[in-house]
């Protein structure tokens, strides 16, 4: 406990850091606002509709500012009985539910605790001046604070999807550093083995020389050419990379790709996933299909989501789904999405997955 607390009020705002303002607030804001005049006039209630109105702005500010809105949209709620003598309008109150999530979800650990004394203190006060019993405190108590908690569910997942996609990163990385060990500075190393000797033999046996100069500019070739294919990996991929495996090739089996629906404005980080599990199950049917005579790659897209299918006409034996499957699975997973792969019903082996079109 003594650790708890301490780094519960030390906590930083979530990262990342939230958008300003999406469509979703001005939809709010748009219904909000005939809603509470609708019921202003229902209820013959026109300066408690002048605090509503004055009140629904914090919506576009509550997730850059939560404590700040939270003690101005709660604030003057508590102060309008004391104005109007009137009740609270109910649609201001069901949008302010909004404030206690956004504050638990988005805010620090020091905000976080003056926003639940704001709550608490508003309902407090509504207690001591009998506008509400004690019944409706706990009630409401039950029901800010919950909605709290629901913050910060959703702030502890999103950091939990964050560390994962930092995971897969560093494993990205340790995979390339492997690669220009074992590729480019091999390459180099042979380089200058080479410069080395043709320095020690140039004057005694110019041919020699000459024979160590073309080995170098061999290696040369080499060695760019790895660094471009590595380049060509950590440049964020799209949907004309998926076209781009289609084809026949020397490593396997010749490719079909064949894409239905719209699927050129899938979001980049769905996009490059996609192309990351084509690769992967491409890769592994050309490596393990034996007397495969074709690899078809499918991918159909509607309106909310994109499903790819991968298979071929090759013979896995008795094979279990490895082969990076649990990597592809864990792509599929950071996005919100599904990955399976196993046995065709007739022969070879598929791969299935289903994404969202924007990224979880």
């Known amino acids: 406990m003594r650790e708890v607390l301490p780094a519960g009020w030390n906590e930083p705002r979530a990262t990342p850091p939230p958008p300003e303002r999406v469509w979703r607030d001005w939809a709010l804001l748009a219904v909000s606002v005939p809603a509470v005049l ?53 649609t201001t109150a069901a949008a302010l539910l909004t404030l206690p999530y956004a504050l638990f979800r988005w805010g620090s650990g020091r ?10 203190g508003k309902l407090g006060l509504a207690w001591g001046f009998a506008q509400i019993a004690g019944s409706e405190v706990i009630a409401g108590l039950v029901v800010l604070f919950g909605i709290g908690a629901l913050g910060l569910a959703m702030r502890f997942r999103a950091r939990a999807r964050l560390r994962e996609r930092q995971h897969v990163r560093m494993l990205e990385r340790e995979r390339l550093a492997r690669d220009l060990h074992d590729t480019v500075a091999h390459h180099v190393s042979a380089m200058a ?23 170098i500019e ?64 491409v890769t592994n049917a050309r490596r393990h299909a034996r007397n495969a005579t074709r690899i078809e790659v499918r991918v159909t897209a509607d309106e909310t989501s994109v499903r790819l299918e991968v298979s071929d006409d090759g013979e ?22 599904t990955c399976q792969a196993g ?18």
Not at 111 to 119: D, P, Q
Not at 231 to 251: M, Q, W, Y
Not at 347 to 355: E, I
Request: hydrophobic share 50%.
């Open 193 to 215: 083995i080479r410069a080395q000797a043709g320095l020690a033999t140039a004057e005694s046996d110019p041919a020699s020389a000459v024979a160590a100069l073309r080995l």
């Open 38 to 90: 609708v019921e202003a006039v229902a209820r013959s209630a026109p300066v408690s509709a002048l605090f509503a109105v004055a009140v629904l702005p914090t919506l576009l500010w509550r997730r850059t500012r939560p404590l700040a809105m939270v003690a101005i949209g709660f604030g003057l709620c508590a102060v309008q009985p004391f104005v109007t003598g009137e009740p609270a309008v109910l």
């Open 111 to 120: 905000e976080i605790v003056a926003g639940s004394v704001i709550l608490a």
């Open 218 to 281: 061999s290696e040369a070739s080499k060695a760019l050419t790895s660094m471009r294919s590595m380049v060509r990996v950590l440049r964020e991929p799209g949907i004309g990379d998926v076209r781009a495996l289609a084809g026949p090739s020397t490593a396997g089996p010749p490719v079909e790709v064949r894409l239905d629906g719209d699927v050129d404005d899938l979001s980049p980080a769905v996009a490059a996933t996609l192309f990351r599990l084509t690769q992967e199950s």
């Open 343 to 360: 046995p065709a019903p007739d022969r070879g082996w598929s791969v299935s997955a289903t994404l969202p079109r924007v990224a979880a």
């Open 316 to 337: 896995h034996g008795a094979l279990s789904p490895g082969y990076g499957v649990s990597g592809m699975m864990e792509r599929a997973g950071l996005l919100g999405g």
